[in-house]
């Protein structure tokens, strides 16, 4: 520990974060006499003194956080404390450690860890005497805090040392307070009312430093919430913050992106450290918010970079600042990304223009299960490409008015897609997106699986993209697309209208029934008919039945009711069918069948030729109207 007496001084360092201050400083006397050489010497000595050799490296060797002097150990409280001052202050337990470093410490100095004893151990902040109720120093230099160095640290990320603050006072305590350009790796970070760790940037800046390799917000082993208030906050830019599980932190939510330029990848963040369960972050709060950054990026191009967020309360990722890129993570499902692990808001929440929501090939982005909408966008100029949204309670994408709107269609043979748009700025490259989602293929639909994506270049403000798919889409997909417009951005998901094909009655000729509903699930073998049918969504059928009476066609060839008591011309007349009384049917995506019993309305058809009309309806638009022709025999 310390040489010799020592004394806590609150000058010029944090209010609630004390400086180690020696009674015995070292100093350089003056010496007015010396001669030109020696004069010359002591100079170039003076200045090989303050040039340092190499970085320090300090190994703490206690779990206890006293400042106790001489004592043989080195506390972690001490070990930064000597960082800070740049020297080991005249303490020999910190310079016996490095005894062939002369003068002051290196530019980028190192703590590792060696306690008694081996395996992960835990510091209870403020809990000695010495340091009663007292949170760590702020890290006021650049160093490295390495407790992965901790022998016998163990499991994935290999964490060391827990620090535990239950003890420590002060205004909302972080773990950890960096105002210098720092790394940190290998620790459990929980108990803090404040956040886990702290990235300041001022009066001196954190900029540049590293996260990594950390448990925030969980118990040692990752596995159930040992809460912060917060998780990381991020005051400085230029940050990396990656393979950290950010997990079970209180109302401050995972993580506050509130500068530029940082990268935030590799994280498990509201899960457990297997990926595999829930530890959410937050009661009605969020998982990851870059409030007024810019230019920051969650995620990436490499399944390396995905992170997993999942199982927070309230959005998953929210962000008001432009220009921020979210790509290639799993938000709402588990490490996999084949399982559910919802956040109870949406997805992604977009309030600032500018923002790039995008997947790859390599690293695909799925944004499945939420809460809310997969992604909420109030905010007019965010892009979305190639992302996997599926699954979420509120809807796929919802966008305010002002971005591009269209329809989609399907060829016959299932092979080309095309997306007709309109409001689009003219002169530009409008690009149309095509999604197959088989889990809910109703409308106003998601987009589980990309299919593929066409450009139309210098694009007028309407027309219609192609989109040529490598094999037929099978069965009922529940085709859907977006537009984008490098204007005002994407739009919604646009869905396949409901569709009814292969619309059969069997037999044509049946008898009615003579009581009973108009449809059933089994046949009576002696009346009614099994009605069959595909459709490709989940969808209500809407089923009129028309009786076929005797009309007369007009000039323009619409067959109408004829004048009653006036004869109708061989060649004017017509068959017209007159509504009797319509039925609904719940339809499934893909077979569906019933059997309609003759009866509509309560009554018995009467013998005659009829018309069956089949109008399905799904997300407020009605698809388009099949027809069957039966008759009732008696």
Not at 2 to 16: K, P, Q, T, V
Not at 406 to 428: C, D, E, H, M, Y
Request: proline share 7%.
């Amino acid at each position: 520990m310390l040489a010799g007496a020592r004394r806590w001084s609150r000058e010029g360092g944090d209010a609630c974060a004390p400086t180690l201050r020696a009674s015995k400083p070292h100093r350089i006397l003056p010496v007015p006499h010396l001669s030109g050489l020696v004069a010359a010497v002591a100079v170039v000595g003076a200045f090989a003194w303050a040039t340092p050799a190499s970085a320090a490296v300090i190994t703490v060797t206690t779990t206890q956080d006293d400042v106790t002097p001489s004592d043989g150990a080195v506390s972690l409280r001490e070990a930064i404390t000597a960082v800070n001052a740049g020297n080991d202050l005249g303490d020999p337990d910190i310079s016996s450690q490095n005894p062939t470093l002369p003068g002051p410490f290196g530019s980028n100095d190192s703590i590792h860890f060696n306690v008694s004893l081996p395996g992960q151990q835990t510091i209870l902040v403020g809990s000695s005497t010495s340091a009663t109720g007292l949170p760590l120093p702020s890290l006021t230099k650049p160093m490295t805090l390495d407790a992965t160095t901790q022998p016998g640290s163990s499991g994935t990320p290999p964490i060391g040392i827990v620090l535990d603050g239950t003890s420590a006072g002060g205004f909302l305590p972080a773990g950890l307070k960096a105002r210098a350009m720092v790394t940190i790796k290998g620790f459990d970070i929980a108990k803090f009312s404040g956040y886990g760790i702290q990235l300041d940037d001022s009066p001196t800046s954190s900029a540049g430093s590293t996260i990594q390799g950390n448990f925030i917000g969980t118990n040692g082993t990752g596995t159930a919430a040992s809460p912060n208030g917060g998780g990381i906050l991020v005051g400085s830019s230029s940050n990396t913050i990656a393979g950290n599980v950010i997990s079970g932190n209180g109302a401050g939510g995972a993580m506050v992106v509130d500068t530029d330029s940082n990268k935030v990848q590799g994280n498990l963040i509201g899960t457990n450290a297997a990926g595999s369960g829930p530890v959410p972050n937050g009661t009605t709060s969020f998982g990851v918010m870059p409030i007024a950054g810019a230019g920051n990026t969650i995620g990436g191009t490499t399944a390396a970079a995905r992170n997993v967020i999942s199982g927070n309360a309230g959005d998953a990722v929210s962000i008001t600042g432009p220009g921020n890129t979210v790509e290639g993570n799993f938000i709402g499902t588990n490490a996999a990304g084949t399982g559910a692990i919802p956040n109870t808001g949406a997805g992604v929440a977009l309030h600032g223009g500018g923002q790039t929501i995008a997947g790859t090939s390599a690293a695909p982005q799925r944004i499945w299960s939420n809460g809310g909408f997969g992604i909420l966008d109030t905010a007019n100029g965010d892009f979305f490409r190639r992302n996997s949204i599926a699954r979420n309670g509120s809807g796929g994408i919802s966008v305010p008015k002002g971005v591009p709107i269209g329809s989609v269609s399907l060829s016959a043979n299932r092979r080309i897609v095309t997306i007709a748009f309109s409001k689009v700025t003219p002169g530009q490259d409008v690009t149309g997106e095509a999604f197959a989602n088989p889990g809910a293929p109703g409308c106003p639909g998601q987009g589980e699986r990309f299919l593929g994506s066409a450009t139309q270049p210098g694009a007028a403000g309407s027309g219609k993209i192609t989109i040529a798919l490598s094999k037929p889409l099978a069965g009922p997909a529940g085709l859907t697309a977006t537009l984008t417009d490098p204007q005002k951005g994407t739009s919604p998901f646009i869905c396949l209208p409901a569709g009814i094909v292969d619309l059969h009655a069997a037999p044509v000729a049946f008898a009615a029934a003579p009581s009973g509903p108009s449809v059933t699930t089994k046949s009576s073998h002696k009346t009614g008919t099994k009605v069959s049918y595909a459709e490709n969504h989940v969808a209500i059928a809407t089923f009129a039945v028309r009786r076929a009476t005797a009309g007369m066609k007009t000039q323009q060839g619409v067959c109408v009711k004829p004048p009653k008591g006036k004869a109708v011309k061989p060649s004017k007349r017509c068959t017209r069918y007159v509504a009797v009384g319509t039925f609904t049917h719940a339809d499934r995506a893909g077979a569906n069948k019933f059997f309609f019993t003759g009866r509509v309305r309560g009554k018995t058809l009467k013998a005659g030729s009829y018309r069956l009309d089949a109008t399905p309806r799904s997300g407020g638009k009605n698809g388009k109207t099949v027809s069957v022709k039966f008759r009732i025999v008696p």
